[in-house]
């Protein structure tokens, strides 16, 4: 990064990007609605790319609503691949890859939680480090993780390798890798309609991406945060619009 730049720039940059939590466009929801909200700003047949796939409940729910969809989705956790391969061997239009996202091509260390196994990810358990709020029961929190070793790829990678040229909806729920994932797809990103994405405002993992830095970067990137639900003290679920492809 160049350190001398114009007054002016550095202005307009810092107002675009400098929020007031309790100003932002705070909804209630349930997480299980996110694809909602991406709905009028979608074709009828959308490409839509899911990281944290999981069981495929979110793949089924978007089946729902976009029956002539292609989803592209991603789960590293073997036990997760495999019952979520099960869960929609029954439809068209989804292909699974067992395999991670970030900003790395290879093989890496994956952190297996063996308490919350949707909670599992490619970054260290940070919980002894951030403060809970108090209406928050947890005991003895801590993912109890398993290191594995999974393979990970990025999103452009994926999409020259498999001559994908655009995705229109953006479903990520990685546990903290979301700004390095979407940081290094500068190609696909640019053809993304709306991005449904975890919103952190605690470091439950070390390096984990936090809710300023994500706002910061899409808000630079020329999207639009329409919708926010959840905690401003821990975590909840952003969905963001790309300004220049929905007007």
Not at 103 to 109: N, P, S
Not at 186 to 210: C, D, H, Q, Y
Request: glycine share 4%.
């Amino acid at each position: 990064m160049k350190k001398i730049v114009f007054s002016l720039t550095i202005f307009t940059m810092l107002s675009s990007t400098a929020y007031n939590v309790d100003e932002l466009p705070w909804i209630q929801e349930d997480d299980s609605n996110a694809a909602l909200y991406a709905i009028p700003f979608l074709p009828v047949n959308p490409i839509i790319l899911e990281a944290g796939v999981c069981d495929a409940e979110d793949t089924l729910r978007m089946k729902k609503l976009w029956p002539n969809a292609t989803i592209y989705g991603f789960e590293p956790l073997p036990q997760h691949y495999t019952l979520s391969q099960k869960n929609t061997e029954h439809i068209q239009g989804f292909t699974l890859y067992p395999c991670a996202l970030f900003d790395k091509i290879g093989t890496l260390t994956f952190y297996e939680s063996k308490k919350i196994p949707g909670a599992s990810s490619l970054l260290k358990d940070n919980f002894d480090h951030i403060t809970i709020p108090n209406d928050i029961n947890y005991d003895g929190v801590n993912y109890k993780d398993t290191p594995i070793t999974v393979q990970c790829t990025t999103i452009d990678q994926w999409a020259h390798a498999n001559n994908i040229t655009k995705v229109d909806y953006v479903w990520l729920d990685t546990e903290g890798a979301e700004l390095p994932i979407l940081r290094h797809a500068p190609t696909i990103l640019a053809t993304v309609k709306v991005i449904s994405i975890e919103a952190n405002f605690k470091e439950f993992r070390k390096g984990m991406t936090l809710f300023q830095d994500l706002y910061e970067f899409l808000t630079q990137q020329g999207f639009v945060l329409k919708h926010i639900w959840g905690r401003p003290d821990w975590q909840g679920v952003a969905v963001f619009v790309n300004a220049k492809l929905i007007n």
